[in-house]
Structures are given as structure tokens and as C-alpha cells.
């Protein structure tokens, strides 16, 4: 049961992480027209009325107590507000493929937070497991990089990761009786109420956007429902079946494929066709999580 749970941890993860790097090429499409704090407020308006419908039509259990909603507090302003801030604006200032690539840093963050508050202490082989993943996704991704503020874009990316990174470690510290669908709408709730100043002071912003535009629409709706809602149930599930601090290297997937993405449908070209010569890299993975195929 328990290799089952972690097998269904690394699928949600990976499946998460792959919705998001599909996100950066939407996003660098998107922030050209509306701004990355307003993109940011659009989604997860998007995403609360999404999930708050699936509460509806499949009830959910609530828990309501001091110490948990404090972490869930947390997690929208850290993870949902900071992070996707961060991100959405240095993917705007410089290029979907470098925001893939500076991200690669999060699962190293997440296993220096897991130390002090999860009490996981990273083992030799933890942190090789790491230097080889985060090698072989360089490998693929490259470092041939464009943008017109390159340097203050990865800055915030590199914000981003670190505040990803600890919103993933604090989602484990709640408590298992609530549900993901609760926490996950909840730290949207925080997102939206956080960031509605700032987009209430801009107004003028939002009356100056053509909403009746097909695409735009399309896109927003993508990123609340698909790379939001259903994206962050996922990967928080994911957390806690997965229950490990090298949970962060499915994060992986996200560089990977936000590149070959933006490669293929932004023209963000690297000197040479993407090199997959990276992948064997992550096999130990899988032998560092149990997850390994045993076939005796």
C-alpha cells in the first residue's frame, strides 16, 4: 500500500509540474496584454470559483482550528501570492525558458526547509540525487537565454523557487484530516483578498484590456482552472502521499517541459536541438524514493 501511495504521489507531482511548464509559455503569451499582479489576481479569482464548485457538487469535509488555518495563511501568501508574483513577472521581464531554468533550484530549497521544519535531515545521497537532476535538466533546457531585464527576471525567479520551495514544505505541516481541496481553495481565498488592493489602486489597468479578446479569455481560464485549481490539488495531494523531501525533484518536469514548450511554440531556440542526454540523470530518483521496480 505504501509503494502504491508513493507511486500515485510521483504521478500527481509529475503530472502538476508538467501543467506548469506548459503555464510559462502561456503566461509570457498573456503578460504582454495584462499585467503579471492582475494575471495573477484573474487566476485565482478563476481558480476559487472553480474549486468552491467542485465543493458543491462533491461536498467536502471543513476543519476549522487556529494552528492550521495559520499555516494555510502561510501557504496562500508565501506559495499563491509571492511565489506566483515573482514568477509570472520575471517570466515577463525576461524569457519562458529562463524561468523554467532558475526554477530548478526549488527542490534543493525544499530539502534545506524540510530540515529545520519537517526534521528531515538530507542524507549524501539526497544531495547527489539533486546535483545530478538539476545537471541533466541544464543539459536539456541549455543556458542560452534572452529577455529585455535578464538579470532583475531572474532575481524574482529565483525568489519564486525559494518561497515555492517553503509553501511546498509548510503544505505537509497541515494537518491530514483536511481536505486538499480545502487548503487548496483556502490559500487561493488569501491570494485573491492579498492582491485585490494593488488591482483595485490599478483599475485603470483592467478598463484599458479588450476582455472580449478569444485568446485572452482562453488563457486566463486555463491558468485559474487547469494550471491553478487543478494544478495545485495536485501537486499538494501529491506532497502528502509522496511524504518525502526529495518530493521537489518532480518539480523537475516543469523545466523540461516549459522549455521544449517555449522552443517549440515561442521560437526561444537554443544553439543546438534540446539534448536529452540529461534524462538518465534522474534515474536515481526513483531508487532514492522506493519507487524503483523490483522485479525479483
Same mark, same amino acid.
Given at each position: ?16 509540474? =508538467? ?7 502561456? /503566461? ?54 509571492? &511565489? ?52 541533466? /535538466? ?14 532583475? *527576471? ?6 519564486? *523557487? ?5 509553501? =511546498?514544505?509548510?503544505?505537509? !505541516? ?15 481565498? /488569501? ?27 482562453? &488563457? ?6 487547469? &494550471? ?16 518525502? &523531501? ?10 523540461? /517541459? *516549459? ?7 515561442? *521560437? ?15 534515474? =536515481? !530518483? ?11
Amino acid at each position: 500500500m505504501q509503494k502504491k501511495q508513493k507511486l500515485l504521489g510521483a504521478f500527481l507531482l509529475s503530472l502538476a509540474a =508538467s501543467i506548469w511548464g506548459g503555464m510559462f509559455v502561456v /503566461v509570457k503569451s498573456v503578460v504582454t496584454t495584462l499585467p503579471p499582479v492582475q494575471l495573477v489576481w484573474c487566476r485565482y479569482l478563476v481558480a476559487v470559483i472553480v474549486l468552491f464548485g467542485y465543493t458543491r457538487i462533491h461536498p467536502i469535509t471543513w476543519h476549522w482550528d487556529r494552528r492550521n488555518l495559520g499555516l494555510i495563511v502561510l501557504i496562500g501568501l508565501i506559495g499563491d501570492t509571492l &511565489s506566483i508574483v515573482t514568477q509570472e513577472t520575471g517570466t515577463w521581464l525576461a524569457s519562458a525558458q529562463l524561468g523554467s531554468v532558475i526554477t530548478t533550484a526549488t527542490p534543493a530549497f525544499m530539502v534545506l526547509f524540510s530540515w529545520p521544519l519537517l526534521h528531515e535531515r538530507p542524507q549524501g545521497g539526497d544531495l547527489i540525487s539533486l546535483l545530478l537532476a538539476t545537471g541533466g /535538466v541544464v543539459l536539456i533546457v541549455g543556458t542560452q537565454f534572452s529577455g529585455r531585464h535578464v538579470l532583475l *527576471g531572474a532575481l524574482l525567479l529565483f525568489v519564486a *523557487g525559494l518561497t515555492w520551495a517553503l509553501m =511546498s514544505v509548510l503544505v505537509r !505541516l497541515v494537518a491530514p484530516q483536511y481536505d486538499v481541496i480545502q487548503v487548496t481553495w483556502l490559500a487561493a481565498v /488569501v491570494a485573491v483578498v492579498a492582491l485585490t488592493p494593488i488591482v483595485i489602486g490599478q483599475g485603470r489597468l483592467l478598463t484599458a484590456i479588450h476582455w472580449a479578446t478569444p485568446s485572452l479569455g482562453l &488563457s486566463i481560464f486555463y491558468l485559474g482552472a487547469i &494550471s491553478t485549481a487543478l494544478a495545485f490539488v495536485l501537486w499538494n495531494q501529491g506532497l502528502r502521499l509522496l511524504n518525502s &523531501s526529495l518530493a521537489g525533484l518532480f518539480f523537475l518536469c516543469q523545466p523540461v /517541459v *516549459g522549455a521544449l514548450l517555449g522552443w517549440f511554440f515561442l *521560437g526561444v531556440r537554443r544553439r543546438d536541438p534540446p539534448d536529452f542526454s540529461g534524462d538518465g540523470r534522474r534515474n =536515481s !530518483l526513483a531508487s532514492r524514493l522506493g519507487l524503483a521496480p523490483n522485479f525479483t
